[in-house]
């Protein structure tokens, strides 16, 4: 699944193109992924509205309308957003097909294609009490989620505040998008190695030592991951709206090693476990 540092590159990808452009058309294939609420509902909310933002919160694609409400795209197991000129053969399981204008001109459509159809495009009032068009209704866990590691309310006060409440494993934690939005097994995995920490250290035996370098990491591994496009692994569908992959899985320490040696302290052989149904990549070595 695409994490945050994928779906930052997608945004980033996406942004030029889609800001300032009016949607001229909205065509939607497989209802499964307008399931939230409907066909109809999504191309009411689309059509002649214009691209105002592209913002994101944790792994969630926040677009931001000309008339105050928000598409919400998420990209789950195999989703990705392509632009394309509007006589480009269209990939199969393309789902949504926006048309994009500006300046009286189709300049190129926006495209959600999603394979597995876990991914979701729907639009909502985030100001709207309506129980069947509010945040709280459509979209519930977006108001939930927690602080975005690359934003600037990612503090160390706030992280230790929310990373500290009950006594929970630390990759736990990691994972819980209500503590920390956008990071998943891969990055949870990648931050815990150079943190020096075992996915199973709980949270309350943490030192503020531990806790400032278990923040650090977090944002430095996001970042990385990043500038490098993501990750882009042989089992995945990931690309940016422009098709190109990512690189990060080359920087990967532990992610997908398990066997090999470590590349941070050259001594402990990769070691891989299963737990609460996913993996974890350690060494045995650095994470004591």
């Known amino acids: ?49 214009t691209f105002v933002a592209v913002r994101r919160h944790g792994k969630y694609l926040l677009f931001d309308l000309s008339s105050g409400n928000v598409m919400m795209v998420h990209l789950r ?13 269209r990939e199969k399981h393309t789902h949504v097909v926006l048309t994009l ?15 597995r159809t876990f991914g979701e495009v729907v ?3 985030p100001d709207d009490d309506n129980p069947d068009a509010g945040t709280e209704s459509l979209v519930p866990e977006v108001a939930r989620l927690g602080l975005d590691p690359l934003t600037g309310n990612f503090t160390f006060d706030a992280f230790r505040e929310r990373f500290t409440r009950g006594n929970r494993g630390v990759k736990a934690l990691l994972l819980d998008q209500s503590v920390v939005a956008g990071i998943g097994n891969i990055y949870a995995d990648e931050i ?14 943490l030192s503020v030592k531990h806790l400032r370098e278990l923040h650090r990491h977090i944002g430095e ?34 992610y997908a090693r398990q066997g090999e040696r470590c590349r941070t302290c050259g001594r402990g052989i990769i070691k891989r476990v299963m737990g609460a149904g996913r993996s974890t990549h350690f060494c045995p070595v650095c994470q004591k």
């Open 192 to 205: 815990l190695h150079r943190a020096r920490l075992r996915w199973n250290h709980l949270s309350a035996t």
């Open 77 to 89: 197991m195999s989703g990705r957003l392509l632009l394309a000129a509007p006589g480009d053969v």
């Open 123 to 125: 639009v909502y009032n």
């Open 221 to 254: 591994v996001l970042a990385e991951a990043v500038a490098a496009g993501g990750s882009t692994l042989a089992d995945t569908q990931y690309v940016d709206a422009l098709g190109k992959e990512g690189i990060f899985q080359t920087e990967h320490r532990v």
């Open 101 to 115: 204008e500006k300046k009286n001109e189709v300049v190129r459509e926006l495209r959600f294609v999603d394979p």
């Open 1 to 49: 699944m695409p994490e945050l540092p994928e779906v930052e590159t997608v945004r980033r990808s996406v942004e030029n193109a889609v800001v300032g452009a009016r949607i001229t058309q909205v065509e939607v294939g497989r209802e499964r992924t307008v399931r939230r609420s409907s066909k109809q509902a999504l191309i009411a909310g689309l059509h002649q509205e």
